[in-house]
Structures are given as structure tokens and as C-alpha cells.
């Protein structure tokens, strides 16, 4: 018999399809390695079972995806939410101009989580936002402790398929169990199926979020260090929203806003329209894309 259903989890070869509140065990077969397809969580999925009483199956076919990102690999999503933490860990905002080029990238909407909030001082949290809100990114202000930020992040979490994705120790664990504090107790039996650790995430798995239809988020795991998709250090300031409307204005065409005389992202830079940390960002980021393609 064959099912259509969602690819929650995928570990090892193995698939796992939720197929109307079913959860079947499930190996792809040879004909996506002849395709060169990979099945990516969040597929919508065909499957035939093997074995009802086991709950496994062949994984046949994939519907077409109407997104699919490389990093995280997953399919079918409608956003993503970057969370960094404010303090403890200190924020690595180096690290999140380089997910944010993976975003821009690949045209994904994307809203920028700041969590852990109730540790420092509005002042300093207002101002840490101001940075990335000046550029043009929508940026919410989070506390797991007080509940800063959550019904905000409900509504633009509601009806969408949502991306968590951040660096180890920011929150996001418990930023989950605020929006599905029964998670663990619910899927006792799945988590144990799926083989999947208490506290540590090692694959992306979708989460659906209870008392709002059609709203699912995917948990990833968390990384200290991020691979940029942008092979040619030419082409990163395309992926940089405070220069989207200067790229074209500067005396020199190609200028890549370093060195270059005239230009007007450096005389932004200057006027204090841009912030220096962005543009410090940028310039090692250019750098490190630069070297690595000399090797």
C-alpha cells in the first residue's frame, strides 16, 4: 500500500515519514542515488509499506519542493529563525553576518532571535538590535525567563514551517519546550524509535507546535563555526543588505568597498550610516574567502 507522508527525521540512511500521525520507518530506494536526489527532512514523501505491524516501509518518491536550503539541509520551509543569545554565551556576531549571507543567499525570509535578554541591561540589548534592525532585518527580543518576545514569536511562527537554527548554548532547547512544553512526554515513543538524546541535538527533526494548525518548527543542531555558500569573495557584498542599493553607486565598477577610492559605502561607513562592527564583519569575511580560494 502506498502512503504519502512527511519526512521528519532522517538518520543514517533511514528515513523517518509521519504519514497521518503514523510513524514509518523508511529506506530509500536506488532510484534517488541514479537521480542524484538526497531525501531532506520536511519532503513530502511517497512510501510503500513493507511491514505494517513494524512501521517500515521503501521511501519511493519525493513531491517537488517549493524551498530547499543546502545549510541546514531541509525541505519545504517557509522561514528560518537565527537565535543568539545576548550574554552567556557572549554573541558571536562575526558568526551571524556569515549565516546571514548563507540566508541571503538562498532567499530565505529570515528574523533574527536575540534570547537570553533578562541578563543584561535594555540598554545594551536595544542597542545590540539597533545594529541588525538598521539593516533591515527583523529582530526579536527573547527571554525563556520572563516571556519577553514569545507571543510576538507566535505569530509569526503560526501556519509556517519554521527553521530554529543557531550556535550550542543559546536557548534554543528551551526556547522548544516554551512552545511545546508536553514534547518530551508526547514523543516518549517516537524520540525512542529515532534514537534521539535528551539534551543534544545531532539531526534536524520537525516539531509540530500543539494548539496552532499547521505550524511546525525544525530543531538542528547547533554549530561553533559555519561554512560560507558564497565561493567568490567578489560576490559577498551582493549578500550584504546595507550595501543592496550601493553596489552600482561607487566611482569604480566592481568596487568591493575595501580599497577602492570613491566609495560611497566607506563614506556611509564614515557618516556612521553603517555600522563599523558590520563592515569590520564584512571585510574579514572577504578576507577569509579570499585566502581560501588560493588554496
Known sequence: MTLKGRIIKGIGGFYYVDAAGVLYETRARGLFRKQGKT????????????????????????????????RPAVANVDQVFIIFSCHHPKPNFGLLDRYLINMEKQSVKTYIILSKTDLLDD?????????????????????????????????????????????????????????????KGETGEISKKLGKGKNTTRHAEIIPVPDMEDTFVIDTPGYTSLELLVEDENDIRYYIREFEDLNDKCKYTGCVHIAEPSCVVKEKLEAGEISEQRYKSYVDIFNEVKNRRKW
Do not use: H, W
Open 39 to 70: 531525501p531532506l527532512v520536511g519532503d513530502i514523501a511517497e512510501i510503500d509499506q513493507i511491514n505494517e505491524d513494524d512501521k517500515t516501509a521503501f521511501l519511493v518518491g519525493i513531491e517537488d519542493r517549493k524551498t530547499e536550503l543546502i
Open 123 to 183: 540598554e545594551i540589548t536595544d542597542e545590540m538590535a539597533g545594529i541588525y534592525e538598521s539593516a533591515g532585518y527583523d529582530v526579536i527580543k527573547l527571554s525563556n525567563i520572563t516571556g519577553e518576545g514569545m507571543d510576538k514569536v507566535k505569530d509569526i511562527l503560526r501556519g509556517k514551517m519554521t527553521v530554529l537554527s543557531g550556535p550550542s548554548g543559546v536557548g534554543k532547547s528551551s526556547f522548544i519546550n516554551g512552545l511545546v512544553p508536553e514534547y
